[in-house]
């Protein structure tokens, strides 16, 4: 993720005009269920990693956080954070989240919005995760689902007439680099399997609490192509915690 594709003003202006960006936690598909997997904020101290606009640290203070540390590589993501942020007790802060190094029980919870797949090491995330997290603390992730990034360019198949059919799913089992067009823009990621995600977790001391493939929201229904997101899933969603 240190190669930032959100502080490039063309591809942070269409970023800024997609639903969720302006609408926040509400407007994201997945939120109805990743709320439900979050734990008791309350007088906890949080890392956001990829913090974005900072909507997940805001809610955390809303629900009685101690303390947030919200992380990004964009400071175009950083500024718009701050100026949606009057609480004190959130700080924002500019680097890479692979360089996080904080001291050992730093953080009570640590969170993360469709970051990972950016990332090239899901197992050096988890490893400095485990390291400043507190015995018992949780540890609850979403991710572009592998079987919507395994082909890569994240398109569906058409037929003639320009109608989904399918989508896609290729070269599973080789995990990295992919190339998807996201906002009209050729975008990097990486592809990481289902086995990773989980094993790597295991490996890192954490017990699996929860994992959802989350459909869309019914509220979202109406929305242009989300009735196609039930053909597929889009997203996943772990809840871990550090034994």
């Known amino acids: 993720m240190k190669e930032n594709k959100y502080d490039d003003i063309q591809f942070f202006n269409q970023y800024k005009q997609m639903a969720r960006s302006v609408g926040g936690l509400q407007a994201a598909g997945e939120w109805h269920e990743l709320q439900k997997m979050l734990p008791n904020f309350q007088n906890k101290r949080i890392l956001d990693l ?10 955390a203070v809303e629900q009685g956080a101690k303390s947030v540390i919200g992380i990004d590589l964009s400071e175009k993501m950083l500024k718009e954070a701050r100026k949606k942020t009057t609480s004190p007790l959130i700080e ?11 001291p050992k ?7 993360s919005s469709l970051v990972f797949h950016y990332i090239e090491s899901f197992e050096d995330i988890c490893k400095r995760v485990s390291s400043c997290i507190v015995s018992g603390g949780d540890f609850i992730f979403s991710v572009e689902h592998p079987i919507f990034t395994a082909q890569g360019n994240q398109q569906w198949y058409y037929d003639a007439n320009g109608k989904p059919l399918h989508w896609p ?34 490996q890192y001391d954490f017990e699996i609490v929860k994992l959802l493939e989350p459909k869309p929201a019914d509220y ?19 809840a871990a915690r550090k034994k």
């Open 169 to 202: 799913v290729d070269y599973y089992f080789e995990e990295g680099v992919r190339k998807a067009v996201f906002l009209s823009e050729e975008v990097m990621k990486y592809h990481k399997t289902l086995t990773t995600y989980i094993n790597t977790l295991i």
């Open 50 to 59: 990829g913090c974005g606009f900072g909507w997940h640290c805001r809610y």
């Open 220 to 238: 979202l229904m109406n929305e242009p192509g989300m009735k196609d997101e039930l053909r597929r899933p889009m997203m996943l969603l772990i």
């Open 92 to 102: 924002y802060v500019h680097m890479p989240i692979e360089d996080i190094d904080y």
């Open 105 to 111: 029980d730093s953080f009570d919870v640590i969170i």
